[in-house]
Nanobody, 111 residues
């Protein structure tokens, strides 16, 4: 079983930046397949960015050019660098791997 713990959320002004982290533990080999989703109130959970099973990256159109997903294989961690944040980026951000989900971390973009 895989455990995922996110950190790094918070309140930021529009145009600001945040960096989310997700630490994975448990029975893990490669961390290919890890990713970030988000869910805003009243909306469905949606993909933000993920590392594919072959190690490439995929982004939602709404975050391309602003968000960057990265990884540390040795630490079994992924990160989400979020720049030029907009109010519509406000959501709970979840880390996911295989069928496991983290508890989520709140990101609020507001002036």
């Amino acid at each position: 079983q895989v455990q995922l713990v996110e950190s790094g959320g918070g309140l930021v002004q529009p145009g600001g930046s945040l960096r989310l982290s997700c630490a994975a533990s448990g029975s893990i080999g490669s961390i290919n397949g890890m990713g970030w989703y988000r869910q805003a109130p009243g909306n469905q959970r949606e993909l933000v960015a993920r590392i594919t099973n072959v190690g490439s990256t995929v982004y939602a159109d709404s975050v391309k050019g602003r968000f960057t997903i990265s990884r540390d294989n040795a630490k079994k961690m992924i990160y989400l660098q979020m720049n030029s944040l907009k109010p519509e980026d406000t959501a709970v951000y979840y880390c996911t791997f295989r069928s496991s989900w983290g508890q989520g971390t709140q990101v609020t973009v507001s002036s």
